[in-house]
């Protein structure tokens, strides 16, 4: 308890916490409504916010607009110093700062330090790019002209945020749009408001640091009511939105609407192939983690396992060894592997799943009980369940966010299971593992995996920063983080200069006056 207020005091997390901050200052803190923030862990009150209203909502941009004229005439390199100087103070901060994630949304400790590793990651990988935000050059096809293409930055980027990767999302998109030139307005999922005002406590010591002006790095602390705002308002050129395919649909239509640009981060229903030239020992690490890792709340858990059926019973034996065994508890106990949901309704989520599964001929091998007694109290732990289904189950085609994994039999050439992999609406990520070059190479080729993310000998979770990440189908077709996905925080243009003295027409025409 004393450590936990040690961690909550250094992130400037107060009982009754502001609605928005436009960087240097908090902004809103009486006469709204609040929320309470509880513990999944254990229950407990962390703190309470206040919820931002939509004049506060109005401020916000208006004062990110008037920083984006001062943000964007700084050299980009010099933006990636002020990133340097934030990746820094992450460091400096990671372990209470994983603490808080691990606390607020449930996830172990070792996967909420993971996720402040990952946004110093992404700071560094910035760094470097704001030297190398280029476009190419062309040749002309008219005499002493010259033709090139350059990037601006693009304005307000709004970030919509989920609750299961409360900080790390919104460093990938904050950290690629800040060198861009872009300025970010950041509405955090409802469920894990805290981690997102401890960063902005941590990054307003650089901005002030700096002389930087209000309205660079912004939070409004709100619900879909004001995500729905950001999605509408002209404003914000580009939303980058993560969560539930429900969501995407919504903000996806209404910034298509108003013809804006929308980057969509949305649900997966990941699939491991194991084919029987698989290793069995490295494929069981990489399906465990990936079922039951952060209780089977990752976008990327491997929610289906499609096994040949020379080996099916010999992996669901093996399987039904480990489950019961896997310890599961409070998140920051050490010992733990899974921790608890989010809350009751994903619990209800979960058990509903198991029952529709069940209805439709669905096997539960074994997990889907509802934990009680001394350390479970919060009615939020479950036991990961696996269950004997067909792909085409109506419940195996959605996305529960819990930990179920599917163990879904194939017979025949790898062909079937690539089939059984793609049968579903949502593309995120997908994996195969297998010793076999042709098996291999057929689930990497046009025809095989159609997921934006194609692992070989490695499972579907926990990808890393430097590739873009994203999906297709259902999942929304975004890419962020790293290889070329800044493109989108900025605008492109083609320049074409005449250094001559005549002025010929493109495609040859005359046109003489
Ligand atoms: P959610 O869709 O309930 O909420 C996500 C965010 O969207 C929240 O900030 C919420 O307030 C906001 N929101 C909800 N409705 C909105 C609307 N109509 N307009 C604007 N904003 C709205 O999702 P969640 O439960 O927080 O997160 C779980 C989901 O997120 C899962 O489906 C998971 O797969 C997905 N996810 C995807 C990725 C990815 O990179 N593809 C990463 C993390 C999570």
Redesign the pocket.
């Known amino acids: 308890k004393q450590e936990l207020a040690d961690v909550l005091h250094q992130l400037g997390i107060k009982e009754i916490n502001p609605a928005y901050s436009t960087g240097l200052e908090w902004g809103g803190k009486e006469g709204r409504t609040t929320r309470d923030i509880l513990s999944p862990a254990d229950g407990s009150l962390i703190a309470t916010v206040n919820m931002a209203t939509a004049e506060d909502y109005d401020q916000v941009v208006t004062t990110a607009q008037q920083a984006f004229k001062t943000w964007r005439t700084m050299p980009s390199p010099k933006r990636g110093e002020i990133v340097r100087q934030i990746g820094d103070k992450l460091r400096e901060h990671k372990e209470a700062l994983g603490k808080l994630v691990s606390y607020e949304m449930g996830k172990i400790l070792q996967e909420g330090l993971g996720e402040v590793q990952e946004m110093i990651d992404i700071c560094d990988f910035a760094v470097g790019l704001s030297r190398q935000l280029h476009g190419y050059t062309m040749h002309s096809e008219r005499p002493q002209h010259r033709m090139y293409e350059q990037y601006h930055p693009l304005g307000i980027v709004g970030i919509?945020?989920?609750?299961?990767?409360p900080v790390a999302?919104w460093s990938w998109n904050a950290m690629l749009g800040g060198v861009c030139g872009d300025v970010m307005i950041w509405?955090?999922?409802?469920?894990a408001p805290l981690a997102a005002i401890a960063c902005q406590n941590i990054i307003r010591e650089v901005l002030a640091e700096n002389d930087l002006p209000e309205g660079v790095f912004n939070v409004i602390i709100g619900?879909?009511e004001i995500?729905?705002l950001?999605?509408n308002d002209t404003r914000i050129p580009l939303v980058s939105?993560?969560?539930?395919?429900?969501?995407g649909k919504?903000?996806g239509e209404a910034v298509g609407a108003r013809l804006g640009k929308s980057l969509l981060?949305?649900?997966?229903n990941n699939a491991i192939i194991l084919t029987e030239n698989a290793d069995l020992e490295m494929a069981l690490n990489a399906i465990v983690f990936g079922a039951v890792g952060t209780c089977g709340?990752?976008?990327t858990s491997t929610r289906r396992l499609i096994i040949h059926e020379n080996i099916y019973n010999q992996v669901k034996d093996r399987l039904l060894k480990i489950y019961p065994k896997l310890p599961i508890g409070h998140p920051l106990d050490s010992t733990t592997l899974v921790g608890p949901l989010i809350d009751k309704d994903a619990v209800n989520a979960f058990t509903k799943a198991l029952e529709a599964v069940k209805k439709e001929g669905g096997n539960i091998l074994t997990g889907g009980e509802i934990l009680s007694g001394a350390g479970y109290e919060t009615g939020t732990y479950v036991t990961p369940a696996i269950v004997e289904a067909e792909n085409h189950y109506e419940m195996v085609q959605e996305?529960t966010?819990a930990p179920i994994l599917y163990l879904i039999k194939y017979s025949g050439d790898v062909e079937n299971a690539i089939e059984l992999q793609n049968g579903v609406k949502q593309g995120?990520s997908s994996s195969i593992f297998s010793t076999n070059l042709l098996e291999t190479e057929a689930f990497l080729a046009h025809w095989g995996s159609d997921c934006g993310i194609a692992n070989v000998n490695i499972g579907t979770s926990g990808a890393e920063i430097g590739g873009a990440?994203?999906?297709e189908k259902d999942?929304?077709g975004g890419r962020e983080s790293g290889s070329d996905a800044w493109r989108i925080y900025m605008r492109r243009q083609t320049n074409t200069i005449n250094y001559s003295r005549e002025l010929p027409l493109a495609q040859g025409i005359k046109f003489d006056i």
């Open positions: 919509i945020s989920a609750f299961n990767f999302v509405k955090p999922s409802e469920k619900d879909a995500g729905s950001m999605a939105a993560t969560g539930s395919t429900r969501m919504k903000v981060e949305l649900g997966g709340q990752r976008c996305e966010f995120l990440f994203g999906g999942t929304g």
